[in-house]
């Protein structure tokens, strides 16, 4: 199962797998179809580029990011008498870089999504690094617990994103909507061709449905007593994820929930005032504003009697390279984006992203309020995506799963198959 989103945050769930295996294996890079051929290459593979042997930091980040970081990291290094090399990865980031730093070549720091430290840290690709002493009162907690793993912190955080409930002020007289139930109410009764614009798909989209799949007592791995992940654990298939699987054959009865809907249409759907409500992320804003769309943001609803609705936070940082060359000079660069809101800020004109700073978020909030309200929401609202590399084995059971319940497949029967399978994988 693919999850399809315009995500920038670029989630990595599906390509931990890929780097897992382009790493561990010196012969068959092509066992995903998220992998490349830079598994196999000693210069780190695909299109990443060598690291510059001339600069004093190098850093490897996706487009977008390398774009918005390039001006403000060369201001950074020239303030302190250094060379920066900022350079863009355009695909297979991960992998390129797990490769590229095993073999001694790869940058001294890589910009990514938090779920890829699991696999970063099983491969021995990225060091820990200290934050200042302060970080718990400038940086939003749900950033800070996102690059915690196995109890230390291997990252620092630069932005956050979550799902949020999006309403068309023209098409429901419930904008912010206090249960599911009521958006379901409030949907029908304003006459939309859709209640709701929510990604299903026929393979199914267990990102989009993580607020409705917790908010029924559904979890994905339990905790150990450290307050861990333990894969050992899975939630697919237990009395919580049963119940939830209730409520999606309800909710594909009624029409509220479809397959067709799907990451390609559903964002398409709302702004083109099809739909009442849309669940999405802040990669949907820039289009909901060009559609003219008068519209509310708030937390996605969970279900009347039940538990809150908790949806996934994917947080965005900075990471030290086990073996970068200038491990020294990057340890600095990192204080001192830990330190400050001044980098973040810099980057935001041509990357637009919710912030983890808080000093940050609050000067956002007068000309970009939806930016900071994600980030609010986030802090509110939302749990880390498990960083663990058994969170692979999730997406393409439990999002079939769902799909099929949500199609008129047995509740109980399609979830207990569906955690058999994942436990069978990781345990």
């Known amino acids: 199962m693919l999850i399809r989103r315009k995500s920038f945050l670029a989630l990595g769930a599906v390509g931990a797998s890929a780097a897992l295996l382009a790493a561990c294996s010196s012969s068959d890079s092509s066992s995903s179809s998220d992998s490349s051929d830079a598994g196999g290459s000693s210069d780190g593979g695909g299109d990443a580029p060598k690291a510059d042997a001339n600069a004093d ?37 991960q992998t390129s870089f797990v490769t590229a730093d095993q073999a001694g070549n790869g940058p001294d720091i890589v910009m990514g999504a938090h779920d890829w430290i699991g696999n970063l840290v099983q491969n021995g690709a990225i060091s820990t690094v200290q934050l200042p002493a302060d970080a718990k009162d400038t940086t939003l907690s749900v950033a800070l617990d996102a690059m915690q793993y196995n109890g230390q912190t291997y990252g ?48 199914g989209d267990a990102y989009h449905m993580e607020p409705l799949y917790t908010s029924a007592g559904g979890y994905l791995f ?28 309800e909710l594909g009865k009624q029409g509220v929930l479809k397959t067709s809907i799907t990451g390609d249409n559903a964002i398409s759907l709302f702004t083109d005032g099809k739909a009442a409500y849309l ?14 769309i008068d519209f509310t943001l708030s937390a996605v609803p969970g279900f009347e009697g039940m538990d ?33 809101a001044d980098l973040a800020k810099a980057m935001f004109p041509k990357n637009e992203l919710p912030p983890v700073n808080k000093e940050l978020q609050k000067e956002l909030a007068v000309d970009n309020p939806e930016m900071a309200k994600v ?21 393409t059971p439990l999002g079939q799963a769902e799909a099929n319940i949500i199609g008129g497949a047995d509740p109980k029967k399609t979830m207990t198959s569906a955690g058999k399978q994942i436990s069978s994988k990781v345990s």
């Open 222 to 249: 339990g905790k150990d007593s450290k307050g861990q992940y333990d894969s050992k654990d899975v939630g697919v298939g237990k009395e919580g994820s049963i119940a939830a699987a209730e409520k999606m054959k």
């Open 156 to 203: 620092v955080p630069y932005a956050v994103e979550t799902l949020v409930l999006f309403a068309n002020k023209k098409l429901t007289d419930t904008p912010e909507p206090k249960t599911f139930e009521e958006l379901v109410e409030a949907g029908k009764a304003g006459g939309a061709d859709a209640v709701l614009s929510l990604p299903v798909g026929e393979q």
């Open 375 to 395: 980030a609010e929401l986030a802090e509110k609202n939302a749990d880390p995506m498990p960083a663990i590399p058994a969170m692979a084995e999730v997406w």
């Open 279 to 292: 669940i999405s992320g802040p990669w949907a804003i820039a289009d909901i504003k060009t559609a003219k």
């Open 57 to 93: 930091l190098v850093i490897w980040a996706d487009e977008a990011k390398a774009t918005a970081l390039k001006a403000p990291a060369e201001k950074w290094g020239s303030e302190n008498g250094l060379k920066v090399a900022v350079q863009t990865v355009a695909n297979d980031l």
């Open 308 to 340: 809150k609705a908790v949806p996934f936070a994917g947080v965005n940082g900075f990471y030290a390279a086990a073996h970068g060359k200038n491990a020294g000079n990057a340890q600095t660069f990192l204080s001192d984006v830990a330190g400050t």
